[in-house]
């Protein structure tokens, strides 16, 4: 997967994601956009900016392992009837184990995003508040 930018990887993640979870990290990166520029206190935008940044970092984890099992010829289950069931419990867990110890650090990438563009619109808000 070619890594050109946050963009091209947000792309791929959506095409490859189930609509759960990225219906998920979506609307937590939605709503981080909302409140962008409404009134609410740093301490409240800096937790949605967390909380979706986590939750972008947990989804682009649980997508990489489950693609790179898809990868290994004989799955770590077998064949069985409930191989396709327990795959998917590992890749969850996996997933968000790798996101909560930042092992690829996405969550910072998104934070530095979010942040700037929470920046931006502050100052011009900022701007026009002045400027009345």
Known sequence: MPLDGLGAVTAQAGAMASSSELDRAMSAAAKVKAGVNDKTGAADKAR????????????????????????????????????????GWLDDHLGR????????????????????????????????????
């Open 48 to 87: 949605e900016v967390e909380d979706a940044a986590k939750r972008f970092e947990e989804l682009l984890s649980t997508m990489l392992v489950r693609e790179m099992r898809r990868g290994v010829e004989q799955g770590f289950f077998g064949e069985g009837a409930g191989a396709d069931v327990f795959e």
């Open 97 to 132: 184990s790798l996101a909560r110890e930042g092992v690829f650090d996405l969550a910072q990438a998104v934070r530095i995003s979010l942040g700037a563009n929470q920046a931006a619109a502050d100052a011009e808000n900022t701007g026009k508040d002045s400027a009345q």
